[in-house]
T-cell receptor, first 113, second 112 residues
Framework: QQQVKQSPQSLIVQKGGIPIINCAYE??????FPWYQQFPGKGPALLIA?????SEKKEGRFTISFNKSAKQFSLHIMDSQPGDSATYFC????????????FGQGTELSVKP | DAGVIQSPRHEVTEMGQEVTLRCKPI?????LFWYRQTMMRGLELLIY????????DSGMPEDRFSAKMPNASFSTLKIQPSEPRDSAVYFC??????????FGQGTRLTVV
């Protein structure tokens, strides 16, 4: 019930491609779904987040798609750049979880020039 | 604001020694979280505080781990005695609201 499952574990795309990272959750009480970006040697940084009352949110080249009935959400990176190479984590929280965020296992993205 | 500040950035210690990790949250944030990151287990929440009070410590692995928040601008995570399996990167994060957490740079702990 507490798990957030993230896939794929790693992803390689060419510059300009659109990597897609998927996450699935089980606890229907979750009401906050952020994505974090982490570069080597740094802490995770909040990238974009969505609440379940909308199906899509865009910020710059980053888009979250949310499917409440399927309990799935995904991150799309438009026109990906080598500087986007990082590890991406989805998370879920809110609702009856208090301040907790449950993180997925992470996706290591490599964008080739 | 300088963001969440953690110290030390790196710590190497011998098995059995006491280790203390420190965190200064972002001013005005009333939630503070301690996370541990390993390759095997990913990012795990150890404990979190709200207004300096521990709310959920169910992620603390065992009694060797303890955390305190004596005031709104400082928290410590202590491991006593330390073991090699405690080697990980420990992150502190803070938030003004329950869910928008901002992470520090982390402390890389190596127990030999």
């Amino acid at each position: 019930q507490q798990q957030v499952k993230q896939s794929p574990q790693s992803l390689i795309v060419q510059k300009g491609g659109i990597p897609i990272i998927n996450c699935a959750y089980e606890n229907t009480a979750f009401d906050y779904f952020p994505w974090y970006q982490q570069f080597p040697g740094k802490g995770p940084a909040l990238l974009i987040a969505i609440r379940p009352d909308v199906s899509e949110k865009k910020e710059g080249r980053f888009t979250i798609s949310f499917n409440k009935s399927a309990k799935q959400f995904s991150l799309h990176i438009m026109d990906s750049q080598p500087g986007d190479s990082a590890t991406y984590f989805c998370a879920a929280g809110g609702g009856n979880q208090g301040g907790k965020l449950i993180f997925g296992q992470g996706t290591e993205l490599s964008v080739k020039p | 604001d300088a963001g969440v500040i953690q110290s030390p950035r790196h710590e190497v210690t011998e098995m059995g020694q006491e280790v203390t990790l420190r965190c200064k949250p972002i001013s005005g944030h009333d939630y503070l979280f301690w996370y541990r990151q390993t390759m095997m287990r990913g990012l795990e929440l150890l404990i979190y505080f709200n207004n300096n009070v521990p709310i959920d410590d169910s992620g603390m692995p065992e009694d060797r781990f303890s955390a305190k928040m004596p005031n709104a601008s400082f928290s410590t995570l202590k491991i006593q005695p330390s073991e090699p399996r405690d080697s990980a990167v420990y992150f502190c994060a803070s938030s003004k609201y329950r869910t928008e957490a901002f992470f520090g740079q982390g402390t890389r702990l190596t127990v030999v």
